[in-house]
């Protein structure tokens, strides 16, 4: 019995789907945790009128995957690509989207907001340089870092992301905020800017 039958197992005892044993029936049905991962909400509601029990269960697995969606918050200090690199896969880890993010600084390169911008599917995300200088503006925020991951693992910036850090050092130097470094996470490695620039 491998890790997932077990927690099978455990999770669903003595539930019914359809008349059948309810472990055996999720595990004929769904023989993968990523299987069991895709199972659709209204799929979900019909399985769970057959047994009240089902629903704790999938209540269960929502709730997981909200914690594995969930981040740390990001505080301190901006000083190394390595640092913050680590920092931001660890706050990347579990997202299956490509997003943005930006850590917006003071003089000292503390970190003095974070914050998601854009959201996008995943494989691209729109990106807008006038709400990235906007937000940097409002919170008084003479340095920035952009964040993005890319949830296939490839770390290796497109022409278009080092097209967009470029045009988003020169907007920095028109308004007087440095851009810092330019960032992209991927599974467990991250790519900086910066640091290829050394």
Known sequence: MNEYQALLMHSIPNTTIGGEDGYHYILTHYPTPLDL????????????????????FFAAIQLGQLMARS?????GCAYSSMELGQAMIDHFTGDEQES??????????????????????RSECVLYP??????????????????????????????????????????????????????????QRYYSWREQQV
Do not use: W, Y
């Open 37 to 56: 991962r895709a199972i659709p909400r209204d799929e979900q509601t019909a399985l769970c009128q057959d047994d009240a029990g089902l629903r704790g």
């Open 71 to 75: 981040h740390p918050a990001v505080e």
């Open 130 to 187: 006038d709400q990235i200088f906007k937000q940097a503006l409002r919170c008084s925020a003479s340095g920035l870092v952009m964040v993005h991951n890319h949830p296939s693992g490839d770390v290796k910036p497109s022409h278009q992301d080092l097209a967009f850090a470029k045009r988003l050092e020169k907007g920095g130097h028109l308004l007087g905020i440095q851009v810092l470094d330019f960032m992209i996470v991927g599974g």
């Open 100 to 121: 943005v993010c930006v850590a917006f600084t003071n003089v000292h390169n503390e970190i003095i907001k974070f914050k998601r911008m854009f959201i996008g599917g």
